[in-house]
């Protein structure tokens, strides 16, 4: 039910109430330990709390392609094995576990960055420049640099779908 909770709240609802708690919260911690905390979090060097809103937003996606990825694979037999053969848990899951998903992690952060490329509105809302609000700042000024821009960063896109598309079939021909 977590897991489905971006889907169905709208993000304009979701920066809404990000954007509440952060003005509301300086003003009520301000004699707390968590005053520093709610500071830190809106630093416009590193917002923590835009990478925070992100992996909410992407947390969907990733969990249903790591479901997938699992689902994939016979984890109990491929664990049992490992350990039969002395391997401990540490190295069943960075040896045997991890090298099967791989294609399932790829496919997650593909579609985490192809969600964080084209998010707009919690970063806009919450007024940090990001990627897209970059190109939509420029666009009034400089079109032909946006439009250039906009195309050069949809063909990368493409062409990681390619390379990760072309990777997945050769895993599973067993090349």
Known sequence: MVCTLPLVVPPI????GISTVLRW????????????TMIAVQNPDFPVVLVLAYVV???PFAYRSLD???GAI???TLSEAARNLGASWPHVLLRVIIPNM?????SASFLTLALVLGEFTIARLLSFETFPNWIYRISGSQAQVSVAVSVFSLLITWLLLLALSSA?????SGS
């Open 102 to 106: 791989r294609s399932a992690m790829a």
């Open 74 to 76: 016979d984890v109990r």
């Open 68 to 70: 997938a990825g699992l």
């Open 13 to 16: 609802t979701f920066v809404a």
């Open 57 to 59: 937003l992407a947390l």
């Open 168 to 172: 997945g079939a050769r895993q599973r």
């Open 25 to 36: 919260g300086p003003d009520y911690l301000a004699t707390t330990p968590l005053y520093q």
